[in-house]
């Protein structure tokens, strides 16, 4: 039902078409634009972290906007009244993010693709790279936007995951080489996902000799697993026991003082 409700949804079907038209116009500007000495052109660089990105957006700041909403307007109150409910609901939550996700990537992908020469896509290794690493990225985000839903309690709230997001962008390296920042930044940034996410992307769909502008002049492939594995082992055992707390705390006396909360904020 819930997948149901996103792909007919005004709101959301423009939430998902506005940024796929942004994609475009981007990639349409970016295809002009070409590096002295550089293997491929600017667009063709930017396509992996791009995709990386708008996983990341959709994935954890789509399932945690929408659990926020869902506790200020009583969904997930209401899913409680049924056996199994919640369950369901988080469940169906999360499914339609993932398709909606995966469909959006597909395109991005594909006009990528349509637009460049420069992408190294033509060969099965590179398709199964690409799978896998997509797969291993969305659970991983998937799973953390989940943990990250559950603990934030208020649609106002979502600005506090704003500004963390967009600093981890700023320093994963996924539209610039990490060897351009300093050591101490290019620490951090190996220990979050989306670096090892955008640097799995590039190895799929970047020529080999790309790499020799990464860290250790390599894909590091077997890093790439590691880390995405690992988040999103951690990321989903802590998942299901932050959603069932978030579940059990909710009644009609935290949503009303949520509702008042809100209205004070803005002036009603």
């Known amino acids: 039902m819930s997948t149901k409700i996103q792909l007919t ?19 349409l500007f ?29 994935a954890v700041m789509g399932i945690a906007g929408v659990l926020s909403i869902d506790r200020t307007n ?7 009244s049924i056996p199994g409910g919640t369950t369901g609901y988080l469940v169906g939550e999360i499914t339609a993010i993932a398709l909606i996700t995966v469909i959006s990537t597909l395109v991005r992908l594909a006009t990528g693709l349509s637009l460049f020469d420069g992408l190294v896509f033509s060969t099965p290794g590179r398709w199964v790279l690409f799978t896998i690493v997509m797969f291993l990225g969305l659970v991983a985000m998937l799973a953390i936007g989940a943990v990250v839903g559950a603990l934030v309690n208020s649609p106002k709230n979502m600005g506090l995951v704003m500004l963390p997001v967009m600093a981890l962008i700023s320093v994963s390296g996924i539209f610039y080489p990490l060897i351009a ?19 799995g992307l590039r190895a799929s769909l970047l020529p080999d000799s790309m790499a020799s502008v990464e860290v250790a002049e390599s894909w590091r492939l077997e890093g790439v697993f590691i880390g995405l594995v690992t988040w999103a082992i951690v990321a989903m055992v802590l998942a299901p026991k932050l959603l069932s707390r978030m579940a059990r705390r909710e009644s009609g006396s935290t949503l009303a003082a949520r509702r008042r909360d809100i209205q004070q904020d803005w002036g009603v």
């Open 9 to 27: 949804s005004l709101a959301d079907v423009l939430g998902t078409v506005i940024p796929l038209l942004l994609f475009v116009v981007i990639l």
């Open 30 to 58: 970016l295809n002009r634009l070409d590096l002295d000495g550089a293997v491929v052109s600017l667009g063709s660089m930017s396509i992996p972290g791009l995709l990386a990105m708008s996983v990341m957006f959709s």
């Open 74 to 80: 009583g969904t997930l109150l209401r899913s409680k």
């Open 181 to 199: 920042l300093p050591v101490w930044l290019q620490t951090i940034a190996q220990a979050f996902p989306l670096y090892w996410f955008g640097l």
